[in-house]
């Protein structure tokens, strides 16, 4: 069992910056490929970014590419999501989550995920 546990959400203006974390814990992180979703009020969950267990392979959304960076921190178990140029619809309750990968890749699929956080609240003001 995996446990994923977000923090760093919050409050911020347009343009500005904020990094979000997941730690795990239970299992080993080494072999977890890790994700950030988002959703909105009244939306369906969206995939944000994707991190493949090694590390080697990342994937973005095209409304966030070239603003956000995903990197891991596979001593800390931790997954960042580092967040600039920030605009009013990144307002979102952003989730990590984790799935178990026997190769190395990314994926945008919800259901290839098999873990989930409880969700991080980021609001961006205008």
Do not use: H
């Given at each position: ?6 923090s ?23 072999s977890?490929a ?8 009244g ?20 409304s966030?590419?070239?603003r956000?960076t ?30 178990w ?6 994926t ?8 989930w ?5 980021l609001?961006?003001?205008?």
């Amino acid at each position: 069992q995996v446990q994923l546990v977000e923090s760093g959400g919050g409050l911020v203006q347009a343009g500005g910056s904020l990094r979000l974390s997941c730690t795990a814990s239970g299992r080993t992180f080494s072999s977890l490929a890790m994700g950030w979703f988002r959703q909105a009020p009244g939306k369906e969950r969206e995939f944000v970014a994707a991190i493949s267990r090694s590390g080697g392979y990342q994937d973005y959304a095209d409304s966030v590419k070239g603003r956000f960076t995903i990197s891991g921190d596979n001593a800390k178990n931790t997954v960042y999501l580092q967040m600039d140029s920030l605009k009013p619809e990144d307002t979102a309750v952003y989730y990590c989550a984790a799935g178990w990968r026997r190769s190395d890749y990314t994926t945008r699929r919800r259901n290839e995920y098999d873990y989930w956080g409880q969700g991080t609240q980021l609001t961006v003001s205008s």
